[in-house]
């Protein structure tokens, strides 16, 4: 396992342990929440279902007792998402090191095929046989003529560098504008 893996493991793991620390327990929620948080789980859209705002304004309570019990699904939630993210990331090692494994044996019976000059092997379950597909690998682009060269032009604008003009001078670059979205921070 190389270092940059140990240290996004790290990273992850600690996420983690932080979004725990701040996780709702269900049993803590009142039971309406819990049924929110069902709608939601349930939901096919990340937005939820059409009828969430409606079901939220129907719990009956004082706002302040609802952000509270709300900010707790969202903790939940957050919380789920980054074991989910966690574990997708593992799986998807996993499956990295499946693939490997797979291209290793294939490239042994290519290898044993070829040194016993069997070009097809039928088994009860498979037909093997060995192929050879053209590939260009280019050892030096700098002789291959320009006729057989691509000139690729990436324009991408840098919003950091706007946003930190707009911070630094207070000026807006020409062609884009500042935009404040208004985001609940729960801590």
């Known amino acids: ?60 309570g004082l706002f302040i007792h609802k952000a509270g019990s709300i900010a707790g699904l969202v903790a939940h939630l957050d919380g789920l ?50 192929r050879s597909y053209p590939h260009v690998e280019v050892s030096d682009p700098a002789q291959v003529p320009s006729d057989y060269h691509r000139v690729k032009i990436i324009d991408d604008v840098d919003k950091r560098a706007i946003l930190a003009a707009y911070r630094r001078d207070g000026e807006i670059v020409p062609g884009a504008e500042i935009v404040h979205d208004p985001k609940v921070l729960i801590s």
Do not use: H, W
């Open 81 to 130: 998402a980054i074991v989910r993210k966690a574990e997708a990331a593992r799986l998807r090692q996993r499956a990295d090191v499946c693939e490997a494994r797979a291209e290793r044996l294939r490239n042994y019976l290519c290898r044993n095929m070829e040194s016993i000059g069997q070009k097809r092997i039928e088994t009860d379950r498979f037909t093997i046989s060995v």
């Open 1 to 60: 396992m190389s270092i940059e893996s140990n240290i996004e493991r790290a990273q992850v793991e600690r996420a983690f342990i932080v979004s725990a620390e701040k996780l709702t327990t269900l049993y803590s929620l009142p039971d309406a929440f819990n049924r929110i948080l069902d709608l939601l789980e349930a939901a096919e859209d990340p937005e939820g279902t059409a009828d969430l705002e409606l079901e939220l304004d129907r719990i009956a």
